[in-house]
């Protein structure tokens, strides 16, 4: 079956334009996370969606970064303005929900590079 | 707050040799998850194990084994005989056990280098 998957796999932008990062988790999953991973850092956990909506948004850095999830499966991970400080692997995780643990299935990730 | 640490940067190991992953964290909750997760060059993350709080009980699967102290909130990876397909970013990490609170809270990675 397939797992989670992220587009594009790299994006290299300049300071101050927009980006989008696209995440499909695995079909079913409600549950949708998204981590930053700076070079040579453990993934940093960003925002957690339950269905379409964000029930932790705690970790987004600041307003320049924001995610939808409109449907509840796709999500959209947006950064305005992008600083060379954005620069990280953005990863993407799911699971589905329920009282017991459900393990969380990470993509392979978008590399973004802001010039 | 949550904090993992893992102190040991990078460690290097020759072939067959037994090696250690440390990793201590810190939370308020009285009930987590602990985990720990492969990253080989390629980039993706692997799981590996996942252990809740009130289970001390020590595991092994095959080559790597886990020991997990509550009392000194150490979580320690041993993996016996190592190959050189070992080698990779090893990460430590704690949620929360309530559905709400499992986003993860990783450490800063062991990068593990076994030589042939």
């Known amino acids: 079956g397939a797992g989670v998957s992220q587009t594009p796999s790299n994006k290299v932008t300049e300071k101050g334009k927009y980006v989008e990062l696209r995440c499909d988790p695995i079909s079913g999953h409600t549950a949708l996370y998204w981590y930053r991973q700076s070079l040579g850092q453990g993934p940093e956990f960003l925002i957690y969606f339950q269905g379409t909506g964000a029930a932790d948004d705690s970790g987004l850095p600041n307003d320049r970064f924001f995610a939808v999830r409109p449907e509840g499966s796709v999500s959209t991970l947006k950064i305005q303005r992008t600083e060379r400080g954005d620069s990280a692997v953005y990863l993407c995780?799911?699971?589905?929900?329920?009282?017991?643990?459900?393990?969380?299935?990470f993509g392979p990730g978008t590399r973004l590079t802001v010039l | 707050a949550q904090k993992v640490t893992q102190a040991q940067t990078e460690i290097s190991v020759v072939e067959k040799e037994d090696v250690t992953l440390d990793c201590v964290y810190e939370t308020r909750d009285t009930t987590y998850y602990l985990f720990w997760y492969k990253q080989p060059p390629s980039g993706e993350l692997v799981f590996l194990i996942r252990?809740?709080?009130?289970?001390?009980q020590n595991e092994i699967s095959g080559r790597y084994s886990w020991n997990f102290q509550k009392s000194t909130s150490s979580f320690n990876f041993t993996i016996t005989a190592s190959q050189v397909v070992d080698s990779a970013v090893y990460f430590c990490?704690?949620?929360?056990?309530?559905?709400?609170?499992?986003?993860?809270?990783f450490g800063s990675g062991t990068q593990l280098t076994v030589l042939p």
């Open positions: 990490a704690l949620s929360g056990f309530s559905g709400s609170a499992r986003q993860l809270t």
């Open positions: 252990r809740n709080s009130f289970d001390e």
């Open positions: 995780a799911s699971s589905s929900t329920g009282p017991l643990y459900n393990e969380q299935f």
